[in-house]
């Protein structure tokens, strides 16, 4: 089972900009698609951003232009960076690793939006 470490969350203000960082303890081409999933309180987990290996991303309506997902597969770490942040980005931040079906997660890291 892979190990995935986020870091980089916080406490910023609205229209401030984070790079939330996902370390993986393995290769990541291993995997067809690396991603970023958000849950907020008493909503559902949800896709925010998807790499897959080919290096095509996907996005949540709502963030596209303001976030950016990469991945660098030589230090097995991909990236989420959030710009014009709005207090309705405030949840915790998953890292996903996705073979077809099965899917592996982070801890979560907690990112709040808020003057």
């Known amino acids: 089972q892979v190990q995935l470490v986020e870091s980089g969350g916080g406490q910023v203000q609205p229209g401030m900009s984070l790079l939330l960082s996902c370390v993986a303890s393995?290769?990541?081409?291993?995997?067809?698609?690396m991603g970023w999933y958000r849950q907020a309180p008493g909503n559902q987990r949800e896709l925010v951003a998807e790499?897959?290996?080919?290096?095509?991303?996907r996005y949540l309506e709502s963030v596209e232009g303001r976030f950016t997902i990469s991945r660098d597969n030589t230090k097995n770490t991909v990236y989420l960076q959030m710009n014009d942040l709005k207090p309705e980005d405030t949840a915790v931040y998953y890292c996903?690793?996705?073979?077809?079906?099965?899917?592996?997660w982070g801890e979560g890291i907690l990112v709040t939006v808020s003057s």
């Open positions: 790499i897959n290996v080919g290096g095509r991303s």
């Open positions: 996903n690793a996705r073979i077809l079906s099965r899917n592996s």
């Open positions: 393995e290769n990541i081409f291993n995997f067809n698609a």
